[in-house]
């Protein structure tokens, strides 16, 4: 049945009534805030039905902050970004690591020894890291970001579930210069990951292991310059050898649950790429060192690179990781958080080259 051009009329003044309706449910303060969010993260809607529903998720967003901040027993704060009126599904969908539901084992800190290796892949490898001059101390604090050529500037995933992509990227890039594949560093695509690595899924999720098992198969990987991100799968694999920056020949895992290996291959190797469970509040991270004892997720479901560890004087040990949320997110796109929260540990991986 057709619609006529009156009942069209009379269909947008009856949505534009409901949002108006939802908007004047909140204070002039609410609408001001409203307003200025819009303005800040350049946020526009096709529809007032549309601006309405987001009005909607952006006040639950910021009542939640401002109940948080309230707490100046907290360890971290919370801020407003460019998520603060998506919907829990698409935050959700952000998660780019496949969800592997089985419980959490509490991290230890033991010293590495012979036997913890003897039957794990590249054996050699893990002991030239992980035990070559055991009785060097660790340094106190390690910040990749701090040491050039190591990290590049953080990136933006945008709505798509390929942190996975973005590990694996960091990951090479963090070991680009040091194996003299290039005199400084070129960040790396994503996007071919997200096209050629037949292992993972593109925004649907994926491994950084297993991203890295690809690279060798693909050829390579390009420049970002070259293959430019775009947040989709187009289809086809469009390497180009000729436009090659770098390549490893495999990965492989650290040990898992066990933060001195991974504090020992921080120190000696560089960045690694590092899984964890993303607990509901991590979205809203803006500053401080986050952790959330209430949440008892068990699912790795997020990917990241961990490019530091230091000791703050009253919350203790944290580790330093750099997402791709955009520098919009956390702090500048980074986030401190508490050593042995959100399991991370349990599942990280360095190339091989």
């Not at 996975?164 to 680009?176: I, K, M, N, P, Y």
Request: aromatic share 10%; charged share 25%.
């Amino acid at each position: 049945m057709k619609l006529t051009i009156r009942m069209l009329s009379l269909l947008c003044l009856v949505v534009a009534t409901i949002g108006g309706r939802i908007l004047a449910r909140h204070d002039d303060s609410s609408l001001r805030e409203w307003i200025k969010y819009k303005k800040e993260y350049g946020k526009v809607y096709e529809t007032p039905e549309e601006d309405a529903r987001r009005f909607s998720l952006f006040m639950t967003a910021n009542e939640q902050i401002k109940r948080h901040n309230a707490n100046l027993e907290a360890s971290y704060r919370m801020g407003l970004n460019h998520m603060s009126d998506w919907t829990w599904e698409e935050r959700a969908k952000l998660s780019g690591s496949p969800r592997h539901d089985h419980p959490i084992e509490k991290l230890h800190e033991m010293k590495l020894g012979l036997d913890d290796l003897s039957e794990m892949k590249h054996l050699e490898l893990l002991r030239k890291i992980l035990i070559a001059n055991p009785a060097a101390p660790l340094p106190a604090e390690v910040d990749w970001r701090q040491v050039p050529n190591r990290v590049s500037p953080v990136k933006d995933q945008g709505a798509c579930g390929s942190s996975w992509a973005f590990a694996t990227t960091g990951v090479l890039e963090g070991q680009q210069v040091v194996m003299n594949f290039s005199q400084e560093l070129i960040p790396l695509s994503e996007q071919e990951l997200m096209d050629c690595s037949d292992q993972n899924d593109g925004c649907n999720g994926g491994i950084a292991w297993m991203a890295l098992q690809d690279v060798p198969k693909i050829g390579g990987i390009m420049g970002e310059k070259d293959y430019p991100y775009i947040a989709a799968m187009e289809g086809v694999c469009n390497f180009n050898a000729s436009k090659r920056i770098m390549t490893a020949y495999d990965s492989v895992f650290l040990p898992d649950n066990n933060e001195l290996a991974l504090r020992e291959t921080l120190a000696k190797f560089g960045p690694v790429a590092v899984s964890l469970n993303t607990s509901p509040n991590f979205y809203h991270y803006k500053s401080g060192i986050f952790s959330d004892p209430v949440y008892t997720g068990v699912s790795l479901d997020n990917e990241l690179l961990l490019v530091g560890y230091g000791t703050d004087p009253k919350e203790g040990d944290y580790w330093i990781l750099k997402n791709s949320w955009s520098d919009k997110w956390g702090e500048k796109g980074y986030m401190r958080i508490k050593r042995g929260v959100c399991d991370v540990g349990r599942r990280s991986t360095i190339p091989i080259f």
